[in-house]
Antibody, heavy 114, light 106 residues
Framework: EVQVVESGGGLVHPGGSLRLSCAAS????????LSWVRQSPGKGLEWVSL???????YYADSVKGRFTISRSVSNNMLFLQMDSLRAEDTALYYC????????WGKGTTVTVSS | SYELTQPSSVSVSQGQTARITCSGD??????ARWLQRKPGQAPIVVIY???ERPSGIPERFSGSSSGSTVTLTIRGAQLEDEADYFC?????????FGGGTKLTVL
């Protein structure tokens, strides 16, 4: 079964760091377009970052320079390293395998608060 | 940057047809997908490439496109179709989401 499962969310102080993980099963992370998408409380969905099969990465302006997307071939996982976190980064973070047969996880919650 | 505009809410009586629109310049040149999101569940794609339905999605879900507007149609809406629906599209370097439409099935 093709699925993704996010983990690593939690409560962090402003300025802190957190690393989200996305465990992929049923497909190879290096052969797919993968994205992180978030939904802040009371708001819509916001795209955060994207990694191409060839490793090229892209970021939303709101996180550029603070977040880093990466993947592990050996573990077949996707990651999002989040640094210099702000209150406005508080959200439910989803991992998505893109494409015609897109798959989303249930998400992991990040709360940035003092 | 591109904007995708959806109505914030749509209501439909059970068994009737619900239509949710999504408009934006990007849709005139890129495909759209429709995402169904229910609380506590993983979102699922109900339509991709404007009008393609993934396997396992009920036939009552369909999509269409005209110019810069795409439409999700649910014929014979069921109570279990009550959810938030998001349209989204992509360029090579970015992804864009509509604001979401809350579908209420009465």
């Amino acid at each position: 079964e093709v699925q993704v499962v996010e983990s690593g969310g939690g409560l962090v102080h402003p300025g802190g760091s957190l690393r989200l993980s996305c465990a992929a099963s049923g497909f190879n992370v290096t052969r797919n377009f993968l994205s992180w998408v978030r939904q802040s409380p009371g708001k819509g969905l916001e795209w955060v970052s994207l990694i191409y099969p060839d490793g090229t990465t892209y970021y939303a302006d709101s996180v550029k320079g603070r977040f880093t997307i990466s993947r592990s071939v050996s573990n077949n996982m996707l990651f999002l390293q989040m640094d210099s976190l702000r209150a406005e980064d508080t959200a439910l973070y989803y991992c998505e395998r893109e494409g015609d047969f897109a798959v989303w996880g249930k998400g992991t919650t990040v709360t940035v608060s003092s | 940057s591109y904007e995708l505009t959806q109505p914030s809410s749509v209501s439909v009586s059970q068994g009737q047809t619900a239509r949710i629109t999504c408009s934006g310049d990007l849709l005139a040149k890129k495909f759209a997908r429709w995402l169904q999101r229910k609380p506590g569940q993983a979102p699922i794609v109900v339509i991709y490439k404007d009008d393609e339905r993934p396997s396992g999605i009920p036939e009552r879900f369909s999509g269409s496109s005209s110019g810069s507007t795409v439409t999700l149609t649910i014929r014979g809406a069921q109570l279990e179709d009550e959810a938030d629906y998001f349209c989204y599209s992509a360029t090579d370097t970015n992804r864009f989401f509509g604001g979401g439409t809350k579908l209420t099935v009465l």
